[in-house]
């Protein structure tokens, strides 16, 4: 009797596919334009998937087991210190983007001005300064610089003593301890060239020197000042030439980030079904559901016009997943557990 209900919600499903399969467990469709239309995604399979109570930013009792993302809707401020005066630049993720069939997150930046007037005068601009994407399950990040086919690893918070620094071998992991921040104690990864050049890692924060630089030493000319995921500041260095985290407050607040969307999932954690809805917002477009790894697993819609849509994953294994919701101009993640 359950064989015979699956294979009805098969035909119904593969009756209902407007592009075909974009890739295996990865479906296009298009619901009805007069409300809500439930799809099932049947059969994914995602190992080793890791609980979203590890993965929150301001959880203050770690173990040296946990693991803290680079990305969870981050924002960093970095001062570099020039010739011509101070370079302040405030960098943040800013919606999503899918290369060579990987989900990357954009990274914006934006030059801006400190309230103490010690500026750089010709330094100023905004723009996309590179594409990330974070493999939670193997604690690994990887840059595309330029969103083509390359990509560098950035990170790799699995490395041990003793191991070369991917980015730049001429690096070695001399030193793994924990460190004080402001959510708590991470893992902190100290790197040593033959110079006795020393580059820190913070899990979670990144190098702290300059979290895009993961070779950067310390001390050097540019500075993690401050970093923020969930606008919540985990990382605070306090400060550095007479800039300090609470400068950036009010410049950060002129900053539109239209790209965010107002929307809401629930109930979450789900045994299976869950809802995502907007409200006084453009309809949702599409919806892509994938692993902690970035893989796209299933890819549902590309004009949907709905203000609301339902969906079931109970095929899929117990574990963390990502929701990405879409519409024609701005873009919202969530972490779903199924249960």
Known sequence: MKTHK?????????????????QSHSYVITPSREGKFITSI????????????????????????????????SKWFTLDNTFEGYVSQFSYTSGDTI?????????????????????????NGSGIMCYLREDITNKQVYLNKWGNKREHL???FNLTTNNKMPYDTTFTLTKIDTVEIAV?????????????????????VGNISDPFSPNL?????????????????????????????TMYKDAELKLEELELL????YPNPTRGKFRVS?????????????DLSGKILANIGDNLDLKYLDLNISGMMKGTYICVVRTRNKIKSFQVIKE
């Open 6 to 22: 699956i294979l009805i919600i098969l035909g119904i499903m593969l009756m209902l596919v407007s592009a075909g399969k974009a």
């Open 184 to 204: 708590g104690k991470r893992k902190r990864f100290t790197f040593q060239d033959s110079a006795n050049n020393k580059a820190i890692w913070i899990e979670g």
């Open 99 to 123: 290369i060579n069939d990987n989900h990357y997150y954009v990274i914006k930046y934006k030059i801006i001005k400190l309230p103490n007037g010690n500026n750089n005068p010709y330094s």
């Open 42 to 73: 049947p059969n994914l399979k995602v190992p080793n998937t890791t609980p979203l109570s590890k993965l929150a930013a301001t959880r203050k009792n770690s173990t040296t087991d946990d693991y803290y993302p680079f990305l969870n809707n």
């Open 154 to 156: 950035l990170y790799d």
């Open 278 to 290: 907007v409200e006084n917002e453009e309809p949702i477009q599409s919806v892509k559901i994938l």
């Open 217 to 245: 030493t310390v001390p050097n000319y540019v500075q993690l000042i401050c970093s923020y995921q969930n606008n919540v500041i985990i990382y605070d260095e306090g400060e550095v030439n007479g800039v300090n985290c």
């Open 262 to 265: 107002s929307c809401k999932l």
